[in-house]
């Protein structure tokens, strides 16, 4: 693969995802673009890169995006964002009116396990006013989140064994969230870098993982559509390595808390 090539395709995921490619990360490319080029009978990456410079493969264009996407999802990952949610929650619902819908984004949702955590700790806390929402830009994992059904592997990752008696059925050797759970949360396709306005305002919302894959510009951008979503007293939860330092000013790390931040008229407010 010449090197025209990788920046014609890397330029193109980079517009459509936000997600930066550099040389070193050819190999990706080789991996996980080999199924498409035999699907579609085209012989080389090269080849591709001069497919998709016709505006009729936005089919394609879609297809390779979707590919170098990185969907890694487990059950109550990294742990601590779902122990600060637990102590959070029971907070928010004294703050807000008799009969407030809580609200919870789940940005980046893939597989839906992230989701559908939240679904058993908001069932735990009998928070039944609920909406979860999970949106990723994979039309396929959207698909298999709205499906929940999971592997062995995949409940192994994370979730407590009770969750699992209580949530999931067994089925043809996989695990179904049960149906009370599915239906606290629904999915979407969106991109983060689209305007998020018709998702309306947000108690809490988890975007974890996701800016690592993005530059400097792209950050700040996703990182003001986030805070224009959230309301005035609630929390963003962002990846341990991830920050907000430099990228807005609409945001502030909760004191005492690794990847939350709050909005920045919190602190205004305190003062």
């Not at 459509?16 to 012989?43: C, F, N």
């Not at 890169?49 to 297809?63: F, G, K, N, P």
């Not at 108690?203 to 400097?216: E, G, M, Q, S, T």
Request: net charge positive.
């Amino acid at each position: 693969m010449n090197a025209e090539s990788f920046a014609s395709i890397a330029a193109l995921v980079k517009a459509r995802s936000g997600i930066v490619l550099t040389p070193d990360k050819e190999y990706m490319l080789d991996t996980r673009l080999a199924p498409i080029l035999k699907q579609e009978g085209i012989a080389s990456l090269d080849a591709l890169a001069l497919r998709l410079r016709d505006s009729r493969s936005e089919v394609l264009a879609r297809a390779v995006t979707e590919a170098l996407t990185t969907n890694e999802s487990s059950f109550f990952r990294d742990g601590k964002p779902f122990d600060h949610l637990r102590r959070l929650l029971p907070k928010l619902m004294a703050m807000r009116p008799p009969g407030h819908r809580l609200r919870i984004w789940s940005a980046a949702s893939s597989t839906g396990q992230e989701a559908y955590s939240v679904a058993m700790i908001l069932t735990d806390l009998g928070i039944r006013q609920a909406e979860i929402v999970g949106t990723d830009l994979s039309r396929e994992v959207v698909a298999r989140a709205r499906e929940g059904l999971f592997t062995q592997f995949e409940v192994q990752r994370g979730l407590p064994v009770q969750y699992l008696v209580k949530h999931f059925r067994q089925e043809s050797g996989k695990w179904r969230i049960v149906p009370e759970l599915r239906s606290m949360v629904r999915f979407e396709e969106r991109n983060l870098l689209d305007e998020h306005r018709s998702l309306g305002r947000f108690d809490v919302i988890f975007c974890r993982n996701v800016l690592i894959y993005f530059d400097p510009p792209t950050k700040g951008k996703v990182l003001n559509a986030l805070a224009a979503q959230l309301a005035p007293d609630g929390v963003l939860y962002l990846g341990g390595a991830e920050t907000v330092l430099g990228l807005t000013e609409r945001l502030i790390a909760v004191p005492g808390e690794r990847g939350v931040y709050a909005p920045a008229v919190q602190r205004a407010a305190a003062g």
